[in-house]
């Protein structure tokens, strides 16, 4: 694929440098769609996307995918990710679910933009021994394990719905443990194997997993760092990498979710809903389609969008027929923009590719359309169906779709015979996915990156103290060390001895407790 910012160079790229500082001082986004560069003010799919939900992580939903499950095609596997940008080493309060939220899956089997299933996740947070800082105590050997100090379990409720009606609620799963942040190597030597006790299978035919994952969206976020870096040396590089995220995977029944084999379609959406003060919830998140609140909604729009439905998607449909980001592709990258009004979104975005994911009568609305009785793909491409695989985005998204080049193709014509071959460089994500559910990676260790100077690997943590503190050059083992830690030690205990001494002569001074 070429670079987004390949057309650049010489003078054009000089002169483009005040298009993009005008821009940004715009709240303009990039072609790759994303905003500034920082990690902890960053835009992905839907990372900090509105400006009330980028305050809140816990309730800020990221991503969603949902996808034929490729080992199990009889099945369907929607994936919900939260908290963006989790630093895995961000303890000591790590990353945990919203107690009082409700994490939402929504389920469109007829095409009238109302939900007919919704799958209702709720969290609760445990604190076996509130006398410590740490989240957990001890090494970790599974989920049960005492020394998890930090612990969570959910419930699952099934609503069946008819015109936003509740027809019936089932429990499908409840106290289901949730995999924990993963701290590092010391606390949880076998990561692997809480993630596996992390999935559940319920008694109607569903698979369940929450908790931390790697997050899997890819994408060089470094676009406004004066064209990646001034000279395009920076291109290419996955900037998400290493960042976790929570979440949800559900893996169910295609006969539970679609209408009938005759219409297999459904749409999908997440949501989030808050619970006031006044003990009642009320919605602070949406997602569909990935990229939508993030470039397509202007700033005026996005917390309304995150707060609204889809059957009320109407409100919303200029800003899909007359689009800001072509017009700010042409302004910077001088890429003339298609003709507007762009139907051709309406019916990728909207309603769904007819003959591949649009279901009959189909009503326009903002959701992820998958046709469940498409096969998983063999050898899945990663522009989808842009590149003949009907498998793919925007038939459905599965977590190797790469939806910035396909989104950044189609908004640039693709589909009006404006032939494009856009990108921005990062093509997979760093880490493989797995083969069988819940799919997505192991998250990233809070002990990742090298050791520190001078310590060796292999070693417990008092041996690679002695190494740490050793002089350079100087021999391991002998009399000189065993000095040298001595002498570290007495400094230490004669720098206690004299805080406390000064603490006294304070405390006398000001005659009260301290």
Same mark, same amino acid.
């Given at each position: 694929m070429t670079p987004l910012i390949s057309r650049g160079r010489g003078a054009r790229r000089r002169a483009l440098i005040p298009l993009i500082c005008g821009a940004l001082a715009a709240g303009g986004l990039t072609a790759a769609g994303v905003a500034t560069l920082q990690p902890g003010a960053a835009f992905a799919s839907s990372h900090r996307e509105a400006p009330l939900i980028s305050g809140t992580p816990q309730y800020d939903n990221t991503d969603l995918y949902a996808f034929v499950s490729p080992d199990k095609p009889d099945t369907t596997t929607i994936v919900a990710d939260w908290i963006p940008f989790e630093e895995p080493a961000g303890g000591p309060n790590f990353f945990t679910f919203a107690d009082d939220a409700q994490y939402d899956i929504h389920i469109d089997n007829n095409g009238d933009s109302q939900g007919e299933l919704l799958f209702r996740y709720t969290f609760k947070t445990r604190t076996r021994n509130g006398g410590t800082f740490l989240y957990n105590t001890g090494p970790?050997?599974?989920?049960?394990?005492?020394?998890?100090?930090?612990?969570? #379990?959910?419930?699952?409720?099934?609503?069946?719905?008819?015109?936003?009606?509740?027809?019936?609620?089932?429990?499908?799963?409840?106290?289901?443990?949730?995999?924990?942040?993963?701290v590092?190597?010391?606390?949880?030597?076998?990561?692997? *194997?809480?993630?596996?006790?992390?999935?559940?299978?319920?008694?109607?035919?569903? #698979?369940?997993?929450?908790?931390?994952?790697?997050?899997?969206?890819?994408?060089?976020?470094?676009?406004?760092?004066?064209?990646?870096?001034?000279?395009?040396? $920076?291109?290419?590089?996955?900037?998400?990498?290493?960042?976790n995220v929570? #979440?949800?995977?559900?893996?169910?029944?295609?006969?539970?979710?679609?209408?009938?084999?005759?219409?297999?379609?459904?749409?999908?959406?997440? #949501?989030?809903?808050? *619970? !006031?003060?006044?003990?009642?919830?009320?919605?602070?998140?949406?997602?569909?389609?990935?990229?939508?609140? $993030?470039?397509v909604n202007p700033q005026k729009d996005k917390d309304?969008?995150?707060?609204?439905?889809?059957?009320?998607?109407?409100?919303?449909?200029?800003?899909? !027929?007359?689009p800001e980001l072509p017009r700010l592709i042409e302004g910077i990258y001088k890429i003339k923009a298609p003709a $507007?009004?762009?139907?051709?979104?309406?019916?990728?975005?909207?309603?769904?590719?007819?003959?591949?994911?649009?279901?009959?009568?189909?009503?326009?609305? $903002?959701e992820l359309r998958l046709n469940t009785s498409i096969r998983p793909s063999a050898h899945p491409k990663r522009l989808g169906v842009l590149d003949g695989d009907n498998a793919g985005f925007p038939n459905g998204r599965r977590l190797t779709d790469d939806v910035v080049d396909e989104a950044l193709q189609v908004v640039e014509g693709e589909l009006v015979g404006a032939k494009n071959d856009l990108g921005d460089a990062v093509d997979a994500n760093d880490k493989?996915?797995?083969?069988?559910?819940?799919?997505?990676?192991?998250?990233?260790?809070?002990?990742?990156?090298?050791?520190?100077?001078?310590?060796?690997?292999?070693?417990?943590?008092?041996?690679?103290?002695?190494?740490?503190?050793?002089?350079?050059?100087?021999?391991?083992?002998?009399?000189?060390d065993t000095t040298l830690i001595a002498a570290s030690a007495a400094s230490g205990a004669a720098g206690i001895l004299l805080i406390g001494t000064a603490l006294a002569w304070w405390r006398r001074r000001m005659r009260r407790p301290y």
């Open positions: 970790v050997t599974g989920l049960d394990d005492p020394d998890l100090n930090v612990t969570q #379990t959910y419930d699952i409720d099934l609503i069946r719905l008819r015109n936003q009606h509740v027809l019936s609620r089932t429990k499908l799963a409840d106290d289901v443990p949730v995999a924990p942040s993963n590092g190597k010391a606390s949880m030597p076998d990561y692997g *194997r809480l993630r596996a006790q992390a999935v559940h299978r319920t008694a109607g035919g569903t #698979t369940t997993f929450a908790g931390q994952a790697d997050d899997p969206f890819f994408l060089d976020l470094r676009v406004f760092d004066l064209l990646y870096g001034g000279n395009l040396t $920076e291109v290419g590089r996955d900037t998400l990498k290493g960042y929570n #979440t949800i995977a559900l893996q169910v029944p295609n006969d539970l979710i679609r209408e009938s084999a005759g219409q297999p379609v459904v749409g999908v959406w997440s #949501t989030t809903q808050r *619970r !006031t003060a006044q003990g009642s919830y009320t919605q602070v998140s949406r997602l569909g389609n990935p990229l939508v609140n $993030e470039v309304r969008f995150n707060a609204s439905s889809p059957w009320y998607d109407g409100q919303f449909l200029k800003n899909v !027929t007359n $507007e009004p762009r139907d051709d979104l309406v019916d990728v975005f909207l309603k769904g590719v007819k003959g591949l994911n649009q279901p009959p009568g189909v009503k326009p609305a $903002e493989a996915f797995g083969k069988s559910f819940p799919y997505v990676a192991e998250p990233t260790s809070g002990s990742r990156g090298p050791l520190a100077k001078g310590t060796t690997s292999g070693t417990d943590v008092r041996s690679q103290l002695g190494d740490a503190i050793r002089p350079a050059g100087s021999s391991s083992g002998g009399l000189g």
